[in-house]
């Protein structure tokens, strides 16, 4: 079976596509799932991403497994016989081998179907962006299927090889992308009193905005808050003109949502003084918005039960993790969880150029799978 996966997760590794650009991908995983036939396969909207639901037809628990398939936008430059096609585009998140061990186990369902209750077994677009699990939950016919419990596994570098890794409550932060555009009006560069230039409101936002998690706010949050500033432009590349628009962007980070929606709204209310203390309009937006990951301890105790039964080693995460995840959509309507397996300590991290999903972590990621269904609907 392990065999089989690696041949999948290659398949996929040599063919990414990105974030809600998986028409392919699903194609593949689609041809995969039908071979196996469930009780219902359906697409997602545009043809991206796709369910599985393996019926058992008898009462019992709804239980989501959710694999996410979308590539990033890094150019790969290893010389694995799989190596990207596509330029400028890889698997450094390892979404390949979340989808290719989900792709297996649903072998396994076939020959083992559920006996109360349903599986559904989902391949989810869009990860990377934080608009695959929303557009899923909006989909009428997913909406139809209504999960109690969801699960997903995500590989961890950093940590040792094949260890199951669970927390109870914030398992990843939330985050959002803050673009904030200034307005004001040129001049000639010799006579900017003329007009509106954002030059000083930009470098005042540029120094304060990172210190509002800290400068006398911190005690204001309940838990771990960071702004981190990630792009800024201003005017055109003109020695004559002096600039009148300007635009920064900032990615905001917090392990609570409460804490999240608190340092919005003092992020927004800076930029707003500043502004218009210049005289300047302004306009804010948001991108790539996260809620936070936050486990349920129920579905915790299930995966914690499963690596034990399993003989796999357990680590507890002292901390969440900064990175996001919008499996955190699924946790606001189903009890769920998020949880690791170790991709290695020394393995690259997450979105490294070198990184490559560890195929030795196949198997414990394959009985992890078993486990928890076995638990719930045998």
């Given at each position: 079976m392990a065999e089989e996966i690696i041949k999948i997760r290659h398949q996929l590794h040599q063919f990414p596509e990105l974030s809600g650009s998986e028409t392919e991908t699903t194609l593949y995983i689609s041809a995969l799932l039908n071979e196996l036939k469930p009780d219902l396969?359906?697409?997602?909207?545009?043809?991206?991403?796709?369910?599985?639901?393996?019926?058992?037809?008898k009462p019992g628990p709804a239980v989501l497994f959710r694999a996410d398939i979308d590539a990033l936008p890094i150019n790969e430059t290893s010389d694995l016989p799989y190596a990207s096609?596509?330029?400028?585009?890889?698997?450094?998140?390892?979404?390949?081998?979340h989808a290719a061990i989900l792709a297996g186990f649903a072998s396994q369902v076939a020959k083992n179907r559920p006996e109360k209750g349903k599986l559904i077994l989902l391949f989810q677009p869009a990860e990377e962006t934080g608009m695959g699990a929303k557009s899923i939950l909006e989909n009428p016919d997913f909406n139809k299927l209504k999960p109690d419990y969801c699960f997903a596994m995500h590989n961890l570098p950093g940590f040792p090889v094949s260890g199951a890794v669970v927390r109870i409550g914030t398992f990843a932060a939330a985050s959002s992308g803050m673009i904030i555009k200034l307005k004001g009006r040129t001049s000639?560069?010799?006579?900017?009193?003329?007009?509106?230039?954002?030059?000083?409101?930009?470098?005042?936002?540029?120094?304060?905005?990172?210190?509002?998690?800290?400068?006398?706010n911190a005690g204001k949050f309940n838990d771990f808050v960071m702004l981190t500033l990630i792009h800024a432009n201003m005017g055109k590349p003109s020695f004559g003109t002096s600039p009148g628009e300007a635009v920064l962007m900032a990615t905001l980070r917090a392990y609570l949502n409460e804490d999240m929606e608190y340092l919005c709204k003092l992020?927004?209310?800076?930029?707003?003084?500043?502004?218009?203390?210049?005289?300047?309009?302004?306009?804010?937006?948001?991108?790539e918005e996260f809620p936070a990951t936050i486990n349920h301890e129920e579905p915790v105790e299930?995966?914690?039960?499963?690596?034990?039964?399993?003989g796999t080693a357990l680590i507890s995460a002292i901390l969440p993790f900064r990175w996001s995840e919008d499996f955190a959509h699924f946790g606001l309507q189903?009890?769920?969880?998020?949880?690791?397996?170790?991709?290695?300590?020394?393995?690259?991290?997450?979105?490294?150029?070198?990184?490559?999903?560890?195929?030795?972590?196949?198997?414990?990621?394959?009985?992890?799978w078993e486990a928890v269904y076995f638990k719930l609907l045998k």
């Open positions: 396969l359906q697409k997602g909207a545009d043809e991206k991403g796709v369910w599985a639901v393996f019926d058992s037809g096609a596509n330029q400028g585009v890889s698997h450094k998140c390892g979404h390949d081998g000639h560069a010799s006579e900017p009193e003329k007009g509106q230039s954002p030059a000083s409101v930009m470098a005042q936002l540029m120094s304060g905005l990172p210190g509002l998690t800290r400068n006398g992020a927004e209310e800076m930029v707003a003084k500043a502004s218009q203390s210049a005289g300047l309009d302004f306009e804010i937006s948001y991108t299930m995966v914690t039960e499963a690596a034990k039964e399993t189903s009890k769920a969880v998020l949880f690791g397996i170790g991709a290695g300590e020394n393995h690259p991290p997450l979105h490294h150029p070198d990184y490559d999903f560890p195929d030795q972590i196949i198997p414990v990621a394959l009985k992890m």
